[in-house]
């Protein structure tokens, strides 16, 4: 009577699917948490609960690391476009304030000022996320123009920098124990501010837009 071959059973550990994802997430908030000089790929193993050999395997350094975790860490796309001049600078406002109080708010400011001190480590990345931006802020520009609402000229950068920046601000003058009541008044302050900078354009948007 013949017997049934058996298949060598495998050896190991079976491959954990989600390894990368753990990897890329843990580079994320430690970087957040740390800062650039503090993060290296021994800690985020530990942390992230991954063999030091399975990490090595992907990325050798944490500049490579880091690269690919900002890259997987885009964001929801927005979409800018409301119809009026205030609508879209309050949807920027709001997006703005979304990502400051998401999971990695700390990570893009971070991320943007380490790119000026460390240029050579993922200013691509940086470049990416701050062309984006930038065409983002000319087309509420451009549309507005077209629209009759502000005047031709008006500074893309100017208006930019008036609404995100004053809300990045705001988010980092907030004491760490006040940031909930920071986001519960977000939509007045975004509110305020875009009309501020409204009246400062002389704009004749519709103050009722949404």
Known sequence: MSRAIQQPSGRGRPIDPDIEARLLSTTLELYGDLGWARLNLDLIARHAKVGKAALYRRWQ???QIMSAALRSHQGPQVDFDTGTFRG???????????????????????AMIDAKI?????????????????????????????????????????????VTGTIEHHYLMTPMSKLKEFEAGAEKYIESVVDLVLAGLNCHSNSADK
Request: glycine share 12%.
């Open 118 to 162: 460390y240029p050579e480590l993922f200013e691509g990345e940086i470049a990416d996320l701050r062309s984006e931006t930038i065409a983002n802020g000319r087309g509420i520009i451009f549309r507005a123009i077209e629209r009759g609402e502000i005047i031709e000229g008006t500074s893309p950068a100017l208006v930019l920098d008036a």
């Open 61 to 63: 350094t944490k500049e």
């Open 88 to 110: 879209d600078l309050l949807t920027l406002g709001r997006a703005t304030a979304d990502w400051l109080l998401g999971d990695y708010g700390l990570v893009r400011m971070r």
